[in-house]
Nanobody
Framework: QVQLVESGGGLAQPGGSLRLSCAAS????????MGWYRQAPGKQREFVAS???????AVADAVKGRFAISRDNVRNTVNLQMNSLKPEDTAVYFC?????????WGQGTQVTVSS
């Protein structure tokens, strides 16, 4: 089992920045993928960014150039630095970790971008 604890999020103005963090504990093995998804009201959950334990990175086109993902393999944490925020970035952001065939989700943290 893997437990995920998210932090960060909140309210930001358009053009502002926020930082999300997710700490994983439990059965984290050497190879895994940590990442972020988001779900806006009335929409399906969508991929935002991910990074493997070997630093292979993927970022959604909608946030490319504005969001950056990073991770600490010693502490098993993954961060999402969100810059140049737009109102359409408003959503609940979820941390996701895959270990082999298993996937684990955080409880979600609200990000609201509004003036």
């Amino acid at each position: 089992q893997v437990q995920l604890v998210e932090s960060g999020g909140g309210l930001a103005q358009p053009g502002g920045s926020l930082r999300l963090s997710c700490a994983a504990s439990g059965s984290i093995f050497s190879f895994n993928v940590m990442g972020w998804y988001r779900q806006a009201p009335g929409k399906q959950r969508e991929f935002v960014a991910s990074m493997s334990s070997t630093s292979i990175t993927a970022v959604a086109d909608a946030v490319k150039g504005r969001f950056a993902i990073s991770r600490d393999n010693v502490r098993n944490t993954v961060n999402l630095q969100m810059n140049s925020l737009k109102p359409e970035d408003t959503a609940v952001y979820f941390c996701r970790v895959t270990v082999g065939r298993n996937e684990y989700w955080g409880q979600g943290t609200q990000v609201t971008v509004s003036s």
